[in-house]
């Protein structure tokens, strides 16, 4: 008996957005979507309101809330399937990795 299961390419914890809102800009404009799930390696976005293309490379703005300034992530568009456009981190160090973990774990825990 064999069972399909699609498989994640994503290591290390994964959290729900919960429809977290984001803010990202392109080359030329500014748009705004909603984290379906999120790791510190990358993230599924959904509600992008500037359709993004496949290895379009963006700045990805996360306004997490432990009171410091917003994190700021450069990121690559690695699939697009429908609705959902997934990121991976390409430029993002270790303290704003450490942040998005605190505070999305924090965020799944009280919700």
């Known amino acids: 008996m064999s069972t399909s299961k699609k498989s994640s390419k994503r290591q290390g914890l994964r ?10 800009k392109t080359e030329f404009e500014e748009g705004s979507g ?3 799930n999120i790791s510190a390696g990358g ?6 309101s500037i359709p993004l293309a496949l290895q379009e490379k963006i700045l990805l703005i996360l306004p997490v809330e432990d009171g410091g300034e917003d994190v700021e992530i450069g990121a690559r568009v690695i699939r697009i399937d429908g609705t ?6 390409e430029q993002i160090g ?6 998005i973990i605190r505070f999305f774990a924090r965020r799944q825990r009280e919700n």
């Not at 959290?15 to 990202?24: A, E, T």
């Not at 959902?84 to 981190?89: E, G, M, Q, R």
């Open 94 to 99: 270790e303290e704003s990795k450490e942040r």
């Open 84 to 89: 959902i456009t997934a990121l991976i981190f």
């Open 43 to 48: 993230c599924a976005a959904s509600h992008v």
């Open 34 to 36: 909603e984290l379906a």
């Open 15 to 24: 959290f729900s957005g919960g429809g977290f809102g984001f803010s990202y």
